[in-house]
């Protein structure tokens, strides 16, 4: 990763017109007047009580999604005032620069273009003096070529043997949105060519997926946007040096690897040829990737027509969210309230609560896409925020987190803002399984709103005793997104959706949503502890709390060091 001197960080005009802090804006202090006065006294009973037709006037529309947001502790005064808010923090203006390819990411002084990867074919955005469309086809085309032959079993291993198994190597970004993506569209996906995905640098990790695995119709794609992931590389080699143990030849590594990265020259010099190798670009932040040649695992998986279904989803989100009037806009109602909950009602968390099996990752997806881009404490002007940025995005299937966490959820002491999503048609169904689904969906936003008083809970003949353990006490806010059925298309507009809602409370921070540097101090130090765990002979500097767990290590692993192994 490289950084700007300070002096060379250009912060886009609107960025520098920006000084007054977020909590002098009088939007903010608006909102905090409503909370303390009023919101945080709202209760969701009542708010239905007095208008019958809340369900119905405060849920949206767009792209395929129907966003019911009124199970939220919120009313008109209060979308009235977010909005407000969003305007006074120039949301719009950041939206327009970051489509437009302004340098966005100011402390890596690079665009943001990752709704570049979507756009269809034939349209234009220059950048730099390069049509970044263009670039975008070329590699789309040349991923849509491969997977077909891979998928086609016209690509062959060394052995001359077609390929049965793909393994994608990486880490972050380059992982978590391909998994996801693959997990969510396995209905769609060829059932004959095995997907793994191999991201953990513990050895176990490598051995259990291959184990099983016939070499000659193996496939390993490297994913790293920047090919220097220790992880990666070491699992890349790793996996390099099993392909070449089973099949006896060095030269089979160029039929059964493939590469996707920025840092072209750098997969050459690993040994993938550069025909078998995806580019993209700087200006793609890993954890919004899934849709560049990070995506060609899914491609294989799904095939090129669904990859591109998935791209048109996104792209329709992404025109929603720059050209969708606020109050109508799903993402900047989504990221409003995340802001609402998180800064007014101080809530630490946002679970996110899918019921589909298909979509059982997307909460760990989520995790990074939010936590990783504001998980920050500094504003773009360099400053310490005096608010809370992002919650801890978490979540599981929703149905079995009803038999684990939900506890939590209901009776618990924490309010957590809760995203329920699902689909009108099941993609697999026997007998009434899948209104069975809904029904849990629907009665989970249903009971965490409204509860159960005592009256109700002693109506039911309760003994005394048990009363107060019975009560819930309801008002738990809640959105839920109703989409039509699970397809490529719907899922690029959910993924979307996330990342814009992401990108509007970043906005409201006035963060840089697309830096890191968070990960860093932990890699150096992890590099610098390797060569100790691996050099026994190398002395210990670090804290007492640290050193004594290296050397407990070191105890435990006197022949395994660097130096044993060496003179074995
Ligand atoms: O360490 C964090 C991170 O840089 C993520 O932002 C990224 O998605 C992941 O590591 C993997 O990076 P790369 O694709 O360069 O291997």
């Not at 016939?214 to 990666?232: D, G, N, R, Y």
């Not at 919004?288 to 996104?314: C, D, H, K, W």
């Amino acid at each position: 990763m490289t950084s700007l001197p300070a002096s060379d960080i250009q912060l886009p005009l609107f960025l520098h017109a920006r000084r007054e802090p977020l909590t002098e804006k009088s939007a903010w202090i608006a909102l905090d007047e409503h909370y303390r006065n009023r919101a945080r006294h709202f209760r969701l009973e009542r708010l239905f009580a007095i208008d019958g037709k809340r369900g119905e006037s405060m849920a949206v529309e767009g792209v395929g999604i129907y966003l019911d947001y009124s199970k939220n502790l919120a009313t008109a005064e209060t979308m009235k005032l977010l909005m407000q808010l969003a305007r006074q923090c120039s949301l719009q203006e950041r939206i327009d620069a970051m489509f437009r390819g302004d340098r966005i990411n100011h402390t890596e002084g690079r665009p943001v273009l990752h709704t570049a990867l979507r756009k269809p074919a034939g349209t234009r955005l220059v950048v730099d003096g390069q049509d970044v469309v263009a670039q975008v086809q070329e590699v789309l085309g040349r991923m849509a070529h491969f997977a077909d032959q891979v998928r086609s079993g016209q690509w062959l291993g060394y052995t001359g043997r077609p390929i049965r198994h793909v393994v994608n190597i990486g880490i972050g970004g380059s992982d978590l949105g391909p998994m996801m993506a693959y997990e969510a569209l396995r209905h769609y996906g060829k059932r004959d060519i095995g997907m793994h995905f191999l991201s953990d640098v513990d050895g176990a990790a490598l051995q259990e997926t291959v184990r099983a695995l016939p070499a000659e119709q193996t496939l390993f794609i490297v994913c790293s946007k920047t090919f220097t992931t220790l992880e990666t590389i070491t699992n890349a080699h790793a996996a390099r040096d099993w392909l070449v143990a089973q099949l006896g030849d060095e030269r089979a590594v160029s039929r059964h690897f493939a590469g996707v990265t920025t840092n072209i020259r750098e997969a050459e010099r690993f040994g993938i040829d550069p025909e078998n190798t995806f580019g993209f670009w700087d200006w793609v932040g890993g954890r919004y990737s899934m849709a560049s040649a990070i995506g060609l695992s899914t491609m294989i998986a799904v095939g090129p027509e669904n990859f591109r279904q998935l791209l048109r989803g996104m792209h329709d989100m992404d025109e929603h969210f720059r050209t969708a009037a606020p109050e109508k806009n799903l993402p900047v109602i989504l990221g409003m309230l995340a802001i609402w909950y998180a800064n007014f009602f101080d809530a630490a968390t946002q679970a996110v609560l899918p019921y589909s099996q298909y979509l059982k990752r997307m909460p760990a997806y989520l995790q990074q896409l939010a936590m990783e881009s504001n998980g920050k404490h500094i504003t773009v002007n360099g400053e310490a925020v005096n608010y809370r940025t992002s919650p801890v995005y978490w979540g599981d299937n929703g149905i079995n987190g009803q038999h684990s966490f939900y506890q939590m959820l209901h009776q618990g002491t924490q309010l957590v803002p809760c995203d329920f999503i699902g689909f009108c048609k099941p993609l697999e169904q026997s007998g009434d399984q899948h209104e069975l689904l809904m029904a849990n969906m629907f009665a989970q936003s249903e009971a965490l709103a409204f509860g159960k008083s005592a009256a109700q809970v002693r109506d039911e003949g309760t003994a005394e005793a048990l009363v107060p353990h019975r009560v819930f006490d309801g008002n738990r806010p809640s959105n839920s997104m109703l989409l039509d059925k699970l397809t490529p298309y719907s899922l690029g507009t959910l993924v979307a959706l996330y990342e814009h809602s992401v990108f509007t409370q970043g906005a409201i921070w006035n963060i840089d949503s697309f830096d890191q540097w968070g990960v860093e101090l932990g890699k150096a130090l992890a590099k610098r502890t390797a060569s100790q765990l691996l050099d026994h002979s190398q002395p210990l500097r670090h804290d007492s709390s640290t050193n004594a767990l290296i050397r407990r290590f070191r105890n435990y692993n006197r022949n395994g060091g660097l130096q044993a192994r060496k003179a074995a």
